[in-house]
């Protein structure tokens, strides 16, 4: 597969589309630290170090994820009191209040750690904000 130079952008406006950003989210790494929730602007920025699954993998680029219209966050076995503990993120889904548009995305995280995000609707942007750089670790999952 050829190197993709481009920055990759894409945006969420439904659950399906959230299965696009979680592809290009797979195994993306940050620091705790760099979880960002503003409550009064209702949004939550994830700031990582995303592996290029699309580009054929052998490299990685920051990137950030952000989610807005966002009611609540509730992180589960994820320590706030450790900003600089590394999370790898392994997917983003999406789960429907009994009334549409709302729900939850819902960030799974290597080790069990999940951040529930409660949204008055779907509407995420995903982006690429560095140049990427040559990375031989590809990554691993037991099976």
């Not at 894409?10 to 979680?22: G, H, K, P």
């Not at 170090?49 to 990137?63: K, L, T």
């Not at 529930?116 to 609707?121: G, I, L, N, R, Y």
Request: proline share 6%.
């Amino acid at each position: 597969m050829p190197e993709r130079k481009k920055p990759l952008k894409l945006r969420a406006e439904s659950a399906e589309d959230l299965t696009v950003l979680s592809a290009a989210l797979q195994d993306a790494v940050g620091k705790i630290g760099d979880i960002r929730f503003e409550a009064k602007a209702r949004r939550l920025t994830l700031t990582l170090n995303r592996y290029r699954w699309e580009a054929g993998g052998r490299s990685r680029v920051r990137a950030a994820l952000q989610v807005g219209s966002v009611e609540a966050v509730e992180a589960k076995r994820l320590r706030r009191d450790t900003p600089d503990a590394v999370v790898e993120l392994l997917a983003v889904r999406f789960e429907p209040d009994a009334e549409p548009p709302g729900g939850s995305l819902i960030l799974s995280f290597a080790g069990g750690g999940d951040l529930k995000v409660k949204v008055e609707c779907v509407d995420a942007v995903l982006a690429d904000v560095s140049a990427p750089w040559p990375t031989s670790r590809t990554p691993r999952h037991e099976t």
